[in-house]
């Protein structure tokens, strides 16, 4: 399989993922949680799945958004954003809940591109959680946050219900 270099921005989509997108997403969540469980104790369910309870309430909940990625017309990944710190409980900042990139997508600036678009979507106070021991995404969104804003932010860490984060805080401020 050669290297794949998309053009970007110019072929990255992020576009809302309607309810009809409802089990597209779901599905990139399997892919997602497979390569989360390499680093987080999560488990597959009797139907084979890992599932996500909290699926349904981005097409039910106003301050809860899904997002699909393409590229050329090709599903590239997801990400789902809401309203509520999960640290602080704070109901003013963003969080980007889940945020998932197809592999075959990976370090070509597709998830930083992304993340812009979503950042200016919805501009104001910001926070992204990163598992204490997810290496590979602290090192991701330090880079991207940075890329977007144009200044290193520094992490604190936090820990809620027995789970220990890196919390990058931040204010988006970005224009398209």
């Known amino acids: 399989m050669g290297a794949f270099t998309p053009r970007l921005p110019v ?28 680093f987080h104790d999560v488990e597959l369910g009797d139907d084979g799945r890992f599932g996500y309870n909290n699926l349904p309430l981005y097409w039910s909940e106003p301050n809860r ?31 980007m ?34 598992m204490e021991s997810n290496h590979v995404a602290y090192d991701f969104w330090a880079r991207a946050i940075a890329t977007a804003l144009k200044e290193t932010i520094s992490p604190v860490h ?9 919390v990058f805080s931040f204010d988006s401020g970005l224009t398209p």
């Open 158 to 166: 936090a820990e809620v219900a027995g789970r220990r984060w890196y």
């Open 97 to 130: 809940a889940e945020f998932f990139v197809v592999r075959r997508y990976r370090r070509h600036g597709l998830g930083t591109a992304a993340a812009r678009q979503i950042w200016t979507r919805f501009t104001g106070r910001w926070e992204v959680r990163v």
């Open 11 to 38: 072929d990255l989509e992020v576009l809302p993922a309607t309810r009809d997108h409802a089990v597209t997403v779901a599905n990139l969540f399997e892919l997602y949680a497979h390569d989360f469980s390499e």
């Open 65 to 95: 958004h899904a997002f699909l990625f393409s590229v050329r017309q090709k599903l590239a990944g997801f990400a789902l954003v809401k309203r509520g710190s999960e640290i602080t409980g704070d109901e003013c900042i963003w969080d």
